[in-house]
């Protein structure tokens, strides 16, 4: 039965060696829920994992499920990515960014997760001189963790109190050190779902040419800056990028969101033409490789996963093909994210929650895949404990790199009246608890 006992929460924590729900990783956090559903006897709701709350592109279905009738299943894949999906990969960022990324330039990676892994163990190795990777937090908390696990040094700052000129004058004293290998954010933000301006990009891309530390702009959430309809390719707007402002750019595009392809982990790594020909003074000693591009295919890609399922590429392709020619709008389909955010905040709202990350330098915060949210004056520890004694699952923000207290709420898994009506009673009984 909702609520949980303090006890009954505390007993749950220690049984799967978790301290602070502030500290756990997102899966402990799932765990912990899974067990806590079971005690309860109850369903939770889950605003903790950003899994899909779509159906997943049918395109893509029928494309991988016809290359394995087709006998596909027997091939090893070829590790720098199918020439189908890195021709459509090209046309698909031409179509949606503007930007001319030949399919040379375009590599899959078993989602963006094992992109980022890669090209950080990559970048750790490029340059002796160039040591630290710089997060622009907020973010996701799995790439600080990843750099602990390769050994690679990291510095970050929250852009909270760095929105402008302010961002400049910041990332400046931070790369004049000289020691920055890499830059890495999202865009739009995951926790906080806000977006650089154009004039930030510019920022952003600028210093890094300066300082050459290589920009790793993970767009997960492509397009879905609901505020401007990016969903027609080949039309203005086109989705704003720092590849405007540098040629130090790798971005990473994944099926996981715009897709609902999660389930198959498949992303794209896609190098300017400058990145890719790269001839770092790191590179031969460690890989044998001269450029940029071959020691990350056949060096680091090939260690740690031998290439991308056959099958996926293949499903990949077909989506970025329809995408591209106009038979799927991926960015009018996720606009159903863009409804359920307002209707999960304004429900928030009601109960006394304030959002955290408002702006993006002045101007409002679209709604989306994410938001966050503080209650008063409780501390992030206390707010999820509580919220979780209630049948409401979340991450903190403190364990996105934040500075401030609040929680990140994904709203994918709020699907319907119920979810909603639900989630309007556990605030409320939350809230009379407070009082």
Not at 13 to 40: D, G, P, Y
Request: net charge negative; aromatic share 10%; charged share 20%.
């Amino acid at each position: 039965m909702l609520p949980l006992s303090n006890e009954q929460l505390a007993g749950i924590m220690a049984r799967l060696n978790i301290s602070t729900l502030t500290t756990a990783t997102i899966r402990q956090i799932v765990a912990l829920t899974s067990v806590a559903e079971e005690v309860a006897g109850d369903k939770f709701l889950h605003l903790e994992l950003g899994n899909p709350g779509l159906p997943s592109q049918q395109i893509g279905v029928d494309a991988e499920c016809a290359a394995l009738r087709d006998g596909i299943a027997n091939k090893y894949p070829p590790v720098m990515g199918t020439a189908a999906l890195k021709n459509a990969g090209s046309r698909f960022v031409k179509a949606f960014l503007d930007l001319d990324i030949p399919a040379d330039c375009i590599v899959p990676s078993v989602g963006s997760m094992q992109g980022s892994f890669s090209l950080m163990l990559l970048l750790s190795k490029r340059d002796p001189a160039k040591d630290t990777m710089l997060y622009l937090d907020p973010g996701f908390a799995p790439q600080h963790l990843q750099a602990k696990v390769l050994g690679l040094k990291q510095q970050s700052f929250d852009i909270y109190n760095y929105r402008g000129q302010a961002l400049a004058d910041k990332l400046e004293s931070i790369l004049a050190q000289g020691n920055i290998t890499g830059i890495l954010y999202s865009n739009p933000n995951n926790p906080a779902w806000t977006n650089f301006t154009p004039a930030e990009l510019e920022i952003i891309g600028r210093l890094a040419t300066k300082y050459d530390a290589i920009v790793l702009e993970d767009l997960a959430y492509m397009g879905m800056d609901f505020r401007q309809d990016f969903g027609e390719p080949f039309r203005e707007p086109f989705i704003p990028s720092v590849a405007n402002y540098t040629d130090n750019y790798v971005l990473l595009i994944s099926a996981s969101k715009i897709f609902s392809y999660a389930g198959e982990r498949i992303a794209l790594v896609c190098m300017s033409p400058t990145v890719a020909e790269r001839t770092d003074p790191g590179l031969m000693p460690v890989f044998g490789m001269r450029t940029f591009a071959d020691a990350f295919v056949f060096g680091v890609v090939y260690c740690v996963s031998s290439g991308v399922t056959h099958s996926v590429q293949c499903a990949m392709a077909a989506m970025l093909d329809a995408a591209a020619d106009g038979r799927i709008n991926f960015v009018h389909e996720c606009e159903e994210y863009h409804s359920r955010c307002a209707r999960a905040k304004e429900i928030f709202a009601e109960a006394g929650f304030k959002l955290v990350y408002a702006d993006d330098d002045g101007t409002p915060v679209s709604d989306g895949f994410f938001f966050t949210a503080t209650y008063k004056d409780m501390d992030s520890e206390t707010l999820q404990r509580e919220l979780m004694r209630h049948g409401i699952s979340t991450i903190s923000l403190p364990g996105t790199g934040s500075t401030m207290h609040g929680l990140r709420i994904c709203v994918s898994k709020l699907t319907d009246d119920d979810h909603f009506d639900s989630l309007r009673q556990r605030l409320n009984a939350f809230c009379y608890e407070q009082h």
